[in-house]
């Protein structure tokens, strides 16, 4: 079964940058043949949350929240979905997660603290 893998995520201080990865655990899945693919992210005692997705190449949504801070792109040869994240927030503290949307396909998530 197709999962997806996240990556990059860590302890970084308020104002610092992350970026965060997200591919398949296997051969055979094509990230490019997904038309959406989201991220998200559910802090402790809150609901899971969209925070941006990549429609195609190219049509981005972003939450209220990350806009201007955060940018969701896509890498067709290396078949990897990116978050880069800069002028983290407290607030931003989160596991974040990968999906194919509509699929059902999510990845583990990624453990993000932005704490000084």
């Known amino acids: 079964q197709v999962q997806l893998v996240e990556s990059g995520g860590g302890l970084v201080q308020p104002g610092g940058s992350l970026r965060l990865s997200c591919g398949p655990s296997?051969?055979?899945?094509?990230?490019?043949?997904?038309?959406?693919m989201g991220w998200y992210r559910q802090a402790p005692g809150k609901q899971r949350e969209l925070v941006a997705r990549i429609i195609s190449s190219s049509t981005t949504n972003y939450a209220d929240s990350v806009k201007g801070r955060f940018t969701i792109s896509r890498d067709k040869a290396k078949n990897t979905v990116y978050l880069q994240m800069n002028s983290l927030k407290p607030e931003d503290t989160a596991v974040y997660y990968c999906?194919?949307?509509?699929?059902?396909?999510w990845g583990q998530g990624t453990q993000v603290t932005v704490s000084s």
């Open positions: 999906t194919a949307e509509g699929t059902g396909i």
């Open positions: 296997g051969s055979g899945f094509s990230i490019s043949s997904i038309s959406v």
